[in-house]
């Protein structure tokens, strides 16, 4: 069974960093492409960044400079480094791995919030 | 830039028929963006319906169906019931996902 866990959210001050995790079982997580979405508060979805299984990696504007997903083969689990965050940047975060044909998001983690506050 | 747009509220009643679409600011919605679909009830993580235009998930009912309508890609709930009530939001990959806005669905 594929399961995501996320975990790492929490409350940070502007200007701060965070790490998230996303624990996968049930797949690997190196042969999948793996995306991180967003959730403002009372929001829509927002695309945050995709790690494919050759090791590229892509971002939203939003992010892009002060973001960076990664991964760890050796304990199947997805990344995102997050710096210089910004108030606008609050948000609940969610793993996801990609589908198997096309490009779409097949399997969802639970999220963690980050709250970005002074 | 392109935007995503979804009808921001839909209405339907129990057991009633309702189509959501997904179109771009300027162009036509085809296969190639390869659209998908997820619903989302509050508090939860989304929950993918259909991929690839018309492809359900696994374990999703088959009263929902996805099609190309027109210049749009559309998600087709027939037999609504109570618990179809959430927020849905089709995605178009564009060389990157790009989410709709979302359409608050109200079965009433």
């Known amino acids: 069974e594929v399961q995501l866990v996320e975990s790492g959210g929490g409350l940070v001050q502007p200007g701060g960093s965070l790490r998230l995790s996303c624990a996968a079982s049930g797949f690997t997580v190196s042969s999948n492409y793996m995306s991180w979405v967003r959730q403002a508060p009372g929001k829509g979805l927002e695309w945050v960044s995709v790690i494919y299984s050759g090791g590229s990696t892509y971002y939203a504007d939003s992010v892009k400079g002060r973001f960076t997903i990664s991964r760890d083969n050796s304990k199947n689990t997805l990344y995102l480094q997050m710096n210089s965050l910004r108030r606008e940047d609050t948000a609940v975060y969610y793993c996801a791995r990609g589908g198997s044909s096309g490009w779409y998001f097949g399997y969802w983690g639970q999220g963690t919030l980050v709250t970005v506050s002074s | 830039q392109t935007v995503v747009t979804q009808e921001p509220s839909f209405s339907v009643s129990p057991g009633g028929t309702v189509t959501l679409t997904c179109g771009l600011s300027?162009?036509?919605?085809?296969?190639?963006?390869?659209p998908s679909w997820y619903q989302q009830t509050p508090g939860q993580a989304p929950r993918t319906l259909i991929y690839?235009?018309?492809t359900r998930s696994s374990g999703v009912p088959d009263r929902f169906s996805g099609s190309i309508l027109g210049n749009k890609a559309a998600l087709t709930i027939t037999g609504a019931q109570a618990d179809d009530e959430s927020d849905y939001y089709c995605?178009?990959?564009?060389?990157?996902?790009?989410f709709g806005g979302g359409t608050k669905l109200t079965v009433l």
């Open positions: 690839s235009t018309n």
């Open positions: 300027s162009g036509s919605v085809s296969t190639s963006y390869y």
């Open positions: 995605v178009l990959y564009m060389g990157s996902p790009v």
